[in-house]
């Protein structure tokens, strides 16, 4: 009798007309036709002061329905949010239940309002709001079973340690679905890093006069010693992957420029050291100051 009552009610409710079916679904694909004058709001800026209605372009991290409601988590590189959908007198079941099948990674389009929490939230980076979301619309519906889970790929060896066997993500599943593994916090916060120390290289040297320059990569001839050196095939000769900018700062120190610098790739082919047998970030500076009191050139 029970089963048979909740089977008339389900039935019941699928055949009630959906309230809130303006205000969820999948969009279009989006061709830039027009300008909408939408603003959106970065997850980054959300703050307990944010408590009005924003617009959010994010990916779906998470989601989990308990009852009539769906909590969602979203998120915006390295920042995340949690989104709550709940049943009143403008969202529907249907759409609690359309938030609850999202598929994870997919970029919805999520409106609603910021609200304070009383406890923080800790599972992700802005802990003391929330968004109640009203309004919510798949952009793109990424595949329902991916290659790997962010959530795996971030697990430390500790982690998997205290929380015994759980899935593992190998190297080779890393770097054969690199686009899903740089989503990571972990690798997010490494080319952050990355690119901190470059800007900080860059405006340090700028700020002591140092010209930038950019210098070959693929040259005509090995400069360092044919034996350790990169040929690549170009056109219907043999190039070969420079090793380093050490020759253009020099041309360029002989040209007058006096102080030079340079941010690229640099490579290595050494069999004995497996380590630099590929490209590396290289920060290369040089310079020359002429001394007042003789013809000497000072390095």
Known sequence: AETAARIAEENASKKAEDIAKDRYGILPVIQSSEKTGRTWTKISELTAATENDVLVRARVHTTRATGRQCFVVLRQQHYSIQGLVFVNDTISKQMVKFAAGLNRESIVDVGGVVKSVEEKITSVSQQNVEIHIDRLFVVSNSLARLPLQLDDATKSKQDEAEEGPSAHVNQDVRLDNRIIDLRTVTNQAIFRLQAGVC????????SKDFVEIHTPKIISAASEGGANVFTVSYFKGNAYLAQSPQLYKQMALAADFDRVFTVGAGTKRMPLVRRVQTFFPSF??????YSSSSDRVCG
Not at 199 to 206: A, H, S
Not at 284 to 289: P, W
Request: with cysteine; charged share 20%.
């Open 284 to 289: 290369s500076c040089r310079g020359f100051q």
């Open 199 to 206: 800007r900080l290289f860059w405006e340090y040297l700028t």
